[in-house]
């Protein structure tokens, strides 16, 4: 059973750029957590998903940035018009259930944006 | 909104001795968890605890949880250098849909 697999490992844009960031869950995983981290900090919650719903976006900026978890396929966050401060890593985690029955995150590899 | 908090945030110490680190969390839940990260890695899940006065141990680390108190202790027994990353606790936040909420992390380096 694969993990939680994010690609690309590594993204660098411009300013101004779009920046797609995808979150293959781990199989039978429905529940999909998406949070950022800056250097030396912790992780800052952005948005939690399932399958086709958004439970949950209050971490997440209302203005260029989206996410998505379609029936098929895997979960996207979407940064349009990138700005320097957009650069961190963005870790995906996912669990089958949801965290109301007490579950653990598995968490992705994470994506390291760069915004030039 | 459910805040995390953890202290101490860096902790240098030295093999053989005992530590602890505290999380404190400002509004009722009775599940939190424990992840640890290495430097440039992803996290990896410790321990869960889902019930007032829980206590999980894994060789020299041990978690328990307090929900009257809304506090989280992580032990540190006789240290080893392997145990150097950053530590995380998390809480799921009731209020808010279930999404789970991370402190700071407590860097912890230990010195040979």
């Known amino acids: 059973n694969a993990g939680v697999m994010q690609n690309p490992r590594h993204l660098v844009r411009r300013r101004g750029q779009e920046a797609r960031l995808r979150c293959s869950p781990m199989?039978?995983?429905?529940?999909v957590y998406w949070y950022r981290q800056l250097p030396e900090e912790g992780l800052k919650f952005m948005v939690y998903l399932q399958k086709e719903n958004i439970i949950d976006e209050s971490g997440m900026p209302k203005e260029r940035f989206s996410a998505e978890f379609p029936k098929e396929g895997p979960s996207i966050l979407r940064i349009q018009q990138v700005v320097r401060g957009d650069s961190a890593a963005y870790f995906c985690a996912s669990s089958p259930l949801g965290s109301h029955k007490g579950e653990k995150l598995f968490f992705g590899s994470g994506t390291q944006l760069s915004v030039l | 909104e459910l805040k995390v908090e953890q202290n101490p945030l860096f902790l240098s110490m030295q093999e053989g001795k005992n530590y602890t680190i505290y999380c404190n969390y400002s509004?009722?839940?009775?599940?939190l968890y424990w992840y640890r990260q290495d430097p440039g890695k992803s996290l990896e899940s410790l321990f869960v605890l889902l019930s007032n006065g829980a206590v999980k141990q894994e060789g020299r680390l041990m978690a328990s949880l307090d929900t009257k108190a809304r506090l989280s202790t992580l032990h540190i027994t006789a240290a080893v250098h392997d145990l150097s990353a950053t530590y995380f606790c998390a809480v799921d936040d009731f209020i808010g849909d279930d999404k789970i909420i991370f402190g700071k992390g407590t860097r912890l380096h230990i010195l040979p």
């Open positions: 199989k039978g995983h429905s529940h």
């Open positions: 509004t009722t839940s009775d599940r």
